[in-house]
């Protein structure tokens, strides 16, 4: 057994993938209780070590699965491994004393996003999220329109307003969208009232087109999985169903001829 | 090549349908960023140029859609080229100095309404969510029912309050839709509760029935969609499956019939 | 042709129903009007000639239907005829001077709910609803008893909190739903928080909680319709389908019968 | 007719089951108008007598059901009796004077959850609900990694805001479920956008992925409990439709053998 062939016996083994899928949340949590004042300064250099020893075994995991594969190309072929080298190269680059500290502070949280890679399951389900989009897309860019087209109208004539929510187009989108999540739109409503007492008209109407693009959304989005379901399952078996009812039409049709045959001979 | 064949052949280029959505898409950004005070001052001129490219250019693309038909009336019998030409005629009218000048500056953005015409997925979904109208028109009467008789009772008791969120029909529909949406629908409560302790029956039924009608709008709603999936889709090749499944009986039933004579003969 | 054939023909002639349908949304648009004090006030007499009006009219109406049946007791046979004739009589007692004055000019309103007499639609909705309710009634329990234990550990802990939100038993329900519609819940729970530093884990758990069953009542009825649909429509067909191949397979075993028959004769 | 059997008789009959239900229901009841300050004070006998009874029948109930039983281990092998046991045991040690004695009290609460146990629906409810947590445990896991990066970045930018509602990862926790419920969320967006213009990006993209992730996890539960529908209902039908249709196959292919010996002993 060559040291390469235990190296990939470790890659594939259980314990391996459980082991890396522990400390990436042993380190979550690390991360997690840093931020409490009280434990993080008193804790300091025990925050530093775990630090220290996520960096080292991530590089050393790394360095396990490259050296597994038969060349390093193999490795990058797979955009999940490219997820994985980028964010380990990444925190190995040393800013601790530079003026991006924080900022490499900051993307060690993306090591948790490594978890996606462990549990199967998280894979399946973002691909499923992805899957979705193509689906909703047209709906988005049609949201995008009606947002576009109130936002410009809102800007026109509420842009004087003192809150300043209507002040340029970028504000006013965004505080239509506040209004499409409900919060506290009725004060953006009538704060707009005052100064045009027809203003409920935009609001409203723009709540209940909002609303009403929303749930045809949410219901083609149903309609949609449920007509894949519908022709992966039942249909295969319906096809299969109606392939044997075709065989046996043909023959029945055979068998009719060859008892005509039969009846031709007696007579 | 004439001259017609020419301009047809322009407007069924891919091209072209695409230089108006590229030109669109720049006049929305353009219409956008003119809201910002800080663009819009030291570029007046820029975006009067930009107004004035996209008002000859819509021109020129609907006199080429309207040359390019045999007669004028064909190109007038699509709904969406009436919505284009009303669009591109209202903003040629020279209002800029006129009292209409700013409703005349609001119209333009519906030039940006003229991407539907272009995306036919949008054209799709628009067609979409108009035929869901009519599922749901009497459960909108329902709801409204339900709007009049709780507007009319909170404004015969909550008149005097203060807020002024009864003082009227109208003031008390738009209320009852707030508290529909759940904003801060507790406020209004609170202020009815403290004239008369039992309000809150008042606010709680009418959320819990406004919310228990919605809910079954929606499954409704959904439960038709499936049903009409069903019977385009699995009832059609059950249908096949069936007709065969009678042919078959048919066959049966006739050899049978031979078969006996068969038999009468053979005795 | 007697008085009273004629009299039934007007019953069940369309224009009649459609006139009382006209004169019930003209009588609510009135009601509405009313509400206005600038409106109410100058034109009193006006509103009370059509409140007469109505009166009368209805008067009218309800003879005729009565006097239309053979005999008074199938009138009230129908539930809608007596929801009828109630609403009817009710606004007919004089009690404009007594202190019953306002609760009479309210019944009125309810005039507006024979709307639905009116609509076949909106009855076949309204059963439609009704029938939704055994479906959840269980799931209202359930919830009833989240509430309640929720209710009773929230006035344990939070009694003595100024707001006053938790005070008793059903002060404490109601707190319960205005956090269940997400309504400045988070108010609510910091002002508990003050207190004691664990309530988030009490707000939070019930939200979830709540939800989650919530969620799955959702998906419960939906599956549930979903289900009625399919042993409806569906299954018919499958049904009658087996019918035909189980028909089949007897026919052609008697044929083999048959054909066996026929070799043993020949033999 | 032993004393044994005429216990099993009261344990298994209608009346008994319906007393125990009426009495956790006048518990409730009781317990509901305790908080009540205006009654609880000078009715405080009758509800410490209410108290009384209530242990004394609950004690009583359960020994009658353990009497029931063939053996006490009979009794504990159901998870319901288990759960009743304890509620019943628990609320008998005397603490009413001891320093646990609030805790006591609030204990006697979970007899209502006996109620669980009295209503077979209900028990079904819960499995249901139980049923539905293994299809959504890969959801909840996604959200938490969301919630959890969105925690740490934004405690790591607006730790040092005065609302300190993201002073430490718990903190930023709670408020980004309360952002989740879109609860006044734009108070927190506006606070954050004092000190970075650009936190808009993080409150929009949270609640966009967030609310996104949940939407599909709506779907993918309810294609998920149609797919087992499907698979349970229609498909066993269609399952025996194959395999008879499959028997008329062999049975149609012998018949095509037999005639043709048929027609060989023929020529």
Redesign the interface.
């Known amino acids: 057994m060559t040291f390469k062939t235990r190296i990939k016996d470790i890659r594939e083994s259980k314990w391996f993938s459980n082991l890396t899928t522990g400390i990436i949340l042993f380190y ?1 949590a690390a ?3 840093k ?3 009280k434990v993080a300064e008193p804790y300091g250099l025990l925050f530093y070590s775990i630090d220290m020893f996520i960096t080292v075994y991530f590089l050393v995991e790394i360095i396990i699965k490259i050296y597994a594969e038969k060349s390093i190309k193999d490795f990058f072929k797979s955009g999940w491994n490219i997820f994985d080298f980028v964010i380990v190269v990444i925190t190995l680059i040393p800013l601790e004393n530079s003026s991006f500290a ?1 900022i490499a ?2 993307m060690r ?2 090591r ?2 490594r ?2 890679n462990a ?1 199967p ?2 894979k ?3 691909d ?2 992805i899957g ?1 989009i193509p689906a909703i897309v ?2 988005v ?2 949201m995008f ?1 009606i947002f ?2 109130y ?3 809102g ?2 004539f509420f ?1 004087e307003l003192k809150s300043g929510l209507w ?4 504000t ?1 989108m ?1 505080t239509l ?2 209004v499409l ?6 004060d953006v409503m009538y704060e707009a009232m005052e100064l045009y007492s027809w203003a ?1 008209i935009y609001f ?1 109407s723009f ?1 209940i087109i909002a609303a ?2 929303f ?2 959304l ?6 949609d ?3 894949k ?3 992966e ?3 295969e ?6 392939e ?6 043909e ?6 001829e ?6 031709k ?3």
Chains 1, 2, 3, 4 share one sequence.
Request: net charge negative; glycine share 0%; hydrophobic share 55%.
């Open positions: 979550a991360l997690g209780f931020t409490i004042d924080a502070r900051l949280i993306f948790v996003l978890l996606l549990r399951e998280l399946k389900i973002i499923m999220l979705a047209d709906i860019i049609l329109i576009y087209i936002a410009i109208v800007n026109f842009e002040k340029d187009f970028l006013a965004l969208f506040r999540t409900f919060e506290d739109w009725t409920w409203v709540v009403f693009v749930f045809n949410f219901v083609a989005v149903i309609i999985e449920m007509q379901i519908n022709s399952h039942t249909d078996q319906l096809n299969r169903e109606e044997k009812i075709d065989l046996l039409l023959k029945v049709s055979q068998m009719q060859e008892i005509r045959e039969l009846k001979l007696k007579t």
